[in-house]
Each structure stands twice: as structure tokens, then as C-alpha cells.
């Protein structure tokens, strides 16, 4: 089986609320909370079975809430991705690089898409 889609994320209006809404439904599945920070003002929660797949987080005014991030079998994928990608009208969120508060390997970058949503590419394979 191919995994094209890494993980979804969305916006809420009220993260504390949300978060503790998602915790205990998704506990009916077997899913849990994985992963819970902040980056500057914005919170983010993760949920999962192995791995965060799941996100819930505070947003930015005028944005998309959607977030969808495509997954990558390489470094070299991710960099291709988000210089076709800026090539093609999408705007800059996040250069090609390690995101360490995930895990040490979490390598992607980040386009706004024409519409304004938040898409990624990663790859987590070590080096």
C-alpha cells in the first residue's frame, strides 16, 4: 500500500475545547493524543494510533483552516516539491528543513496553494 496522504490538519475556534472533544472521542477508537505544543501564539494537538495524523490548532486570520500534507519518500521529493510548487504561484510557509519539535527526521516544507491552503510535503527518513 502507497500512503500519498501524510496527515490532515484543521483550525478551530476554540483550541481547549476542541482538543478535549477530539481526546475523548477519538479514545472510542483507539486513537489518542499524541502530541500537544505550541510554535509563538499558535497550539497545536496531534492525534494518533502510532503517529500524530491527525491535528487540530489555533490559526492565522485570512487563512485556509485546511492543512493537508502529502507524504514524501525522500528529501529530494520535498525540495522538488516546494520549488515546483513556488514555480507554479504557491507562496512561501516554510523552506525545505528539519522541524525537530516533531521528531529529529521530520524533513518538509510548506506552500500556501492559489486558494490560500496550507500544503506540505515530508519525508521522514533520516539522511
Known sequence: ?????????????????????????????????????????DRHAGFGKERPTFW???????????????????????????????SMGGRDNGAPGVRAHYHPNYYSAFVFDPDGHNIEAVCHAAE
Do not use: P, Q, W
Open 56 to 86: 487540530i490548532g489555533t490559526g492565522r486570520d485570512g487563512l485556509s483552516g485546511a492543512h493537508i500534507c502529502f507524504a514524501a519518500a525522500s528529501r529530494a521529493e520535498v525540495n522538488a516539491f516546494y520549488s515546483v510548487a513556488l
Open 1 to 41: 500500500m502507497t500512503i500519498i496522504i501524510d496527515h490532515v490538519g484543521l483550525k478551530v475556534a476554540d483550541f481547549e475545547l476542541s482538543r478535549a472533544f477530539y481526546r475523548e472521542a477519538l479514545a472510542t477508537l483507539g486513537i489518542d493524543l499524541l502530541d500537544d505544543f505550541a510554535i509563538g501564539r
